[in-house]
């Protein structure tokens, strides 16, 4: 889903709700603006089940939307406020369009320098055992030529070649299922500085939207722990479930312990006091700030590393090349 179109959405929908349109017609004239896609089937399916009578509930509960826009949207119908729960979800969606764009720009150079490495890699494997190395040596052997140390090394060397393209297409793989599988991604991305605040920014924004419709804590934790991918996050938000199950308060004794969680994240939260709302969402801004500044570091860091890595595996592969050619060139130097 594109967090930034699904956020113009619910701009607009709430703005039309407010001019007195009813949820029916609004939902099926910006489904008509919509590009085709998986959001405007699942928006159109909606409308039409609300058309025909279905309940909210039952409305949107076959819907493929995430967990928390689909709760919060029950919320703001119950409290007779759909279109501010629209709103809140619209600046939600959005500031995790602008973490997520980031971070999409940051894995996207690696990714292609990966992949081109291995196709180089692969492309020179494919030529000498195919091609150029049968017969090589044996073309040297026959002229009773000595062949220098960097040459008998070369040939030692490209016996193996094959496993410079299996090796690159490995990290290549898992790179591409650390980024893109969800359980990968939470298991591994969150231990980097950027995503590690994003995560953070992501509990904090969640916890802030579900306190101001009027959910309370413990449900609300419940609600982004079923929803975090990170499951070392998911066990701290369950740790806060069981320390407000035995009747802790104050937002520093609940978040006692944690793995992934800061103690400068508690502090945040627990200066507010009584309003956790407000320290929640002091929280987000701050790691939201704080995630897109890692993440502009780490995009200026990756492009240096991630093209002295190509090059590395460019002239590593291009000096065994050229040490296989190291006899001619000698040859052609004596016959000057």
């Not at 969640?206 to 009027?214: A, V």
């Not at 990756?302 to 093209?307: G, N, Q, R």
Request: glycine content about 6%; overall charge neutral.
């Amino acid at each position: 889903m594109k967090y930034d179109e699904f956020a113009f959405f619910n701009q607009q929908l709430a703005a039309m709700l407010r001019d007195g349109i009813p949820l029916e017609g609004a939902l099926q004239r910006l489904c008509q603006e919509m590009r085709r896609g998986q959001l405007r089937d699942e928006l159109q399916a909606l409308e039409a089940d609300l058309a025909k009578g279905t309940p909210m509930s039952d409305a949107l509960a076959p819907r493929q939307l995430p967990e928390l826009y689909k709760r919060m949207i029950l919320v703001g119908v119950k409290s007779n406020d759909l279109p501010g729960a629209l709103t809140m979800l619209a600046d939600y969606f959005q500031r995790q369009n602008s973490v997520w764009t980031r971070l999409k720009s940051m894995m996207t150079y690696p990714l292609i320098v990966m992949f081109v490495a291995f196709s180089i890699s692969l492309l020179l494997a494919f030529a000498w055992g195919c091609v150029i190395g049968p017969g090589f040596k044996d073309v040297y052997s026959g002229m009773g030529m000595m062949l220098p140390g960097a040459t008998l090394f070369a040939f030692q060397t490209l016996q193996d070649i094959w496993a410079f393209p299996i090796v690159l297409g490995l990290l290549f793989l898992g790179l591409v299922a650390v980024v893109f599988v969800p359980a990968m991604r939470g298991k591994f991305l969150w231990r980097l500085p950027a995503f590690k605040e994003a995560t953070i920014s992501r509990i904090a924004s969640s916890l802030t939207l579900l306190l101001k419709s009027g959910v309370n804590l413990p449900d609300a934790i419940g609600l982004v722990e079923q929803l975090e991918t990170s499951k070392t996050a998911a066990a701290d938000l369950q740790q806060w479930r069981k320390n407000l199950a035995v009747g802790k308060t104050k937002f520093s004794e609940i978040a006692a312990t944690n793995e992934i969680i800061p103690p400068m994240f508690v502090w945040i939260v627990a200066s507010a006091g009584e309003d956790m709302i407000a320290g929640f969402n002091r929280a987000a801004e701050i790691y939201h700030s704080r995630a897109i500044y890692r993440t502009e570091v780490a995009l200026f860091s990756v492009l240096p590393i991630a093209s002295l890595f190509l090059g590395a595996v460019v002239i590593s592969q291009g000096f065994l090349v050229i040490c296989m050619f190291l006899p001619m060139i000698q040859m052609v130097s004596n016959m000057s």
